[in-house]
């Protein structure tokens, strides 16, 4: 069975600061890998995913993401935190051969940005 | 841009009452999914509909809970006899069956229950 793993329940940055959000995944397959934010009483909004094209991802708001099959990883980057990326991050893996979107989801990680 | 929608926002429910949940999926798509999110736990996998049918479901979706698609497009999740335990978030998502999509997340239905 897969499972997710993302260091850090609350990470806090200074706006313009680098923004770096660690995810590590096990799968016994080869994974698809995604990160979803969801915004204060919204729901769930796809960032970026990762589906063995390019191991370095972009997304959506200036995030990128790099597979590294060796460590097990997909890491969240943004170069220079902004205000307005204060949110909730999940990485989840899907593995599923006959259904893409049953996802397993990390704990989350809570993105503070101070001024 | 299509997007899921969920209603309502928002549901209380007395213990023991049944509470259906309603989702419009995006109308392309064909697999369709509940999750839930327990107030500050992980989104939780409930179940997964495609063709009709269940396709796959966790050990949470257990005898109280049933989905259904009554027409074309609407999908419902319904829980029989509520427990507090089923507080929660409900999301409610669709995917295309391509191999390399993502799924679409609705606002979620947030359900208490009292």
């Known amino acids: 069975a897969q499972s997710v793993t993302q260091l850090g329940s609350h990470v806090s940055v200074s706006e313009g600061a680098l923004v770096l959000l660690r995810c590590n995944y096990s799968?016994?397959?080869?994974?698809?890998l995604f990160w979803y934010v969801q915004y204060p009483n919204q729901g769930l909004q796809l960032l970026l995913k990762?589906?063995?094209?390019?191991?370095l991802v972009k997304g959506i708001n200036g995030f990128e993401a790099e597979f590294k099959k060796s460590e097990t990883s997909f890491h969240l980057t943004k170069p220079s935190a902004h205000m307005s990326d204060a949110a909730e991050y999940f990485c989840?893996?899907?593995?599923?051969?006959?259904?893409?979107?049953?996802?397993?989801f990390g704990q989350g990680t809570i993105l503070t940005v101070h001024p | 841009e299509p997007e899921v929608t969920q209603t309502p926002s928002h549901q209380v429910t007395q213990m023991g009452q049944e509470v259906i949940l309603r989702c419009v999926p995006i109308?392309?798509?064909?697999?369709f999914y509940w999750y839930r999110q327990i107030l500050g736990q992980k989104v939780e996998f409930l179940v997964s509909?495609?063709?009709?049918?269940?396709?796959?479901k966790s050990e949470i979706f257990d005898d109280q809970f049933s989905v259904e698609r009554p027409d074309g497009s609407n999908f419902t999740l319904k829980i029989r006899s509520t427990k507090l335990e089923d507080s929660a978030m409900y999301f409610c998502?669709?995917?295309?069956?391509?191999?390399?999509?993502?799924?679409?997340f609705g606002q979620g239905t947030r359900l208490t229950v009292v």
């Open positions: 998502a669709s995917s295309d069956i391509r191999q390399d999509t993502e799924a679409f």
């Open positions: 799968s016994s397959v080869p994974p698809y």
């Open positions: 990762y589906t063995s094209a390019a191991t």
């Open positions: 989840a893996v899907s593995d599923s051969p006959t259904s893409y979107g049953k996802l397993t």
């Open positions: 109308s392309n798509h064909l697999y």
């Open positions: 509909f495609y063709n009709n049918e269940i396709s796959e």
